[in-house]
């Protein structure tokens, strides 16, 4: 009498294996950057460019990635309409905003908060007479870096439908079946003549 044959039960991931995607996971979450997000999980760093794109084709990743970037929206509160109101200030900024009447700079405090959320960079020097260090002050010099008007008046302007990429240059293809008729007439009148 012959032993049945046990079934084979399938191989369990390693815990250590499942600990690394979940870790995937978490890094990827920080930059979405698959490559340094498989380092950063333990993943050699030869092979981490390939194996990041391995784990982000995975369904249980991308279920768990998914997640994760739905919790973070709701948690960071941001929405379509909060992405184009930032846009719209970049947009339509009017640098007036940032000026007080006379031409000097308002303090941060008193520019709108629109015109405000707009400045991506803010330097503010004090100028001295160089060869007298100690000398009372000049002037003060402030300059201001605002967001890319452009780049914003584009991007919303493609989110509201308004500018759509070119359709691909037509190739009129009538010449090529004219040939292709010749050359078939050329075949048949040697057949036939």
Known sequence: MTKPKAKRQPRKKPVV?????????EEFMVDRNATQAAIR???????????GCQLLKRLNIQADVKERATEQTARLAVTADRVMQEYERLALLDPID??????????????????????????????????????????TLHKIKLADKKGALDSLAKIM????????????????????QESRERVYAKLLG
């Open 17 to 25: 294996a499942l600990d690394r995607q979940a870790r995937f996971v």
């Open 41 to 51: 999980a333990g993943y050699s760093p030869k092979t981490a460019g390939v194996q």
């Open 98 to 139: 940032l000026f007080n009447p006379d031409g000097s700079m308002k303090p941060l405090h008193e520019i709108p908060e629109d015109a405000r959320r707009a400045i991506s960079g803010l330097e503010i020097r004090q100028l001295k007479d160089i060869e007298a260090p100690d000398s009372v002050l000049l002037a």
């Open 161 to 180: 439908g308004l500018m759509r990429d070119q359709p691909a240059t037509q190739v009129n293809v009538g010449v090529t079946v004219q040939v292709q």
